[in-house]
Nanobody
Framework: QVQLAESGGGLVQPGGSLRLSCAAS????????MGWYRQAPGKQRELVAI??????NYADSVKGRFTISRDNAKKTVYLQMNSIKPEDTAVYYC??????????WGQGTQVTVSS
């Protein structure tokens, strides 16, 4: 059984920072992709950032503000969120993909940006 445990969400003021973490555990091997997606109320889930074996891509809306990083030994992916905006309010999900085409999702963590 594979689990992705997310943490770090919460309420933050505009301009503030948050760091999300997602740790994979269980029988998961040969991780290739580690990424973050988000879903705002009434909107479709969208890619925020993804690290595909060192090839990193960001949504245009977060470039220069968010940074994705990973610790392969800990099977953990992070999302450092700076200069947060109200439009960043969403449920953030981590996603992990393996070389065996297995795809796993976290349960989601709420990020709310409000003054």
């Amino acid at each position: 059984q594979v689990q992705l445990a997310e943490s770090g969400g919460g309420l933050v003021q505009p301009g503030g920072s948050l760091r999300l973490s997602c740790a994979a555990s269980g029988r998961i091997y040969s991780i290739v992709d580690m990424g973050w997606y988000r879903q705002a109320p009434g909107k479709q889930r969208e890619l925020v950032a993804i690290d595909s074996g060192g090839d990193v891509n960001y949504a245009d809306s977060v470039k220069g503000r968010f940074t994705i990083s990973r610790d392969n030994a800990k099977k953990t992916v992070y999302l450092q969120m700076n200069s947060i905006k109200p439009e960043d309010t969403a449920v953030y999900y981590c996603n992990v993909g393996t070389m065996y085409r297995q795809d796993y999702w976290g349960q989601g963590t709420q990020v709310t940006v409000s003054s």
